[in-house]
């Protein structure tokens, strides 16, 4: 990744707020951001940053715990979850029961609406019977397929945003660069985006 620069990086998070609204937190992915870059964000304006790995999170924390607040975006083993337990104040991905079972702060059930096997997430049917088990679940979040066109989401962003107000849950994060648009049009209230803030 090439050196960020606080005033571009500034410039490109204020006019994704501003066009994604008031009500749409931004998270920052910031899996490609390396540990030493990761100040020029906070200098930029940046409040929220999501990590996927639970060994990057405890590092780039470490470094600049109060800088930001963090969430957890990435595939989260039950082993990682004691990292991720004190640092962050949500995960967005949770799918798997035994990490359910020792998270203590609030969370996203991830969901995988493609049924591609490869993929993580529970399925939708799923749904109702995590939220009987695990009533600390806040919403719902979901990573389409790669596609080049961002309409190509849309289908899948409306079904999670259905879920969700089906189940009587507020929370939806979906959306990256590539579809952020689409996904606030559908009711996303978390979006994720990385390449796009940072060129
Ligand atoms: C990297 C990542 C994003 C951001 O993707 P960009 O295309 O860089 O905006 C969003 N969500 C998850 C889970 C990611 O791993």
């Known amino acids: 990744m090439a050196l960020l620069n606080a005033t571009d990086v500034r410039e490109r998070y204020l ?10 937190t931004v998270v920052a ?71 359910a079972r020792k998270l203590t702060v609030p969370a996203l059930l991830e969901v995988n609406l493609s049924g591609e096997a490869s993929k993580s997430g529970v399925a939708p049917e799923s749904v109702g019977s995590w939220l009987e088990r695990f009533p600390g679940i806040r919403g719902l979040m979901t990573m389409p397929p790669l596609a080049d066109d961002p309409e190509a989401s849309r289908p899948g ?19 990256t660069s590539q579809d952020w648009r689409v996904a606030v049009e559908e009711g996303a209230t978390l979006i994720r985006v990385g390449s796009t803030l940072f060129g």
């Open 15 to 24: 006019r994704l707020r501003d066009e994604a609204g008031p009500e749409v």
């Open 29 to 99: 992915a910031t899996k490609y951001v390396p540990l030493e870059q990761l100040g020029v964000l906070a200098e930029a304006g940046v409040e929220v940053v999501g990590e996927n790995r639970a060994q990057d999170l405890a590092a780039k924390h470490a470094r600049y715990g109060d800088a930001f607040r963090w969430h957890f975006i990435g595939h989260l083993q039950s082993n990682k979850v004691k990292v991720v337990n004190p640092l962050c104040e949500l995960v967005h991905s949770l799918d798997s029961e035994s990490a």
């Open 157 to 175: 962003f409306r079904r999670l945003a259905e879920l969700a107000r089906a189940h009587g849950l507020a929370e939806l994060s979906m959306g």
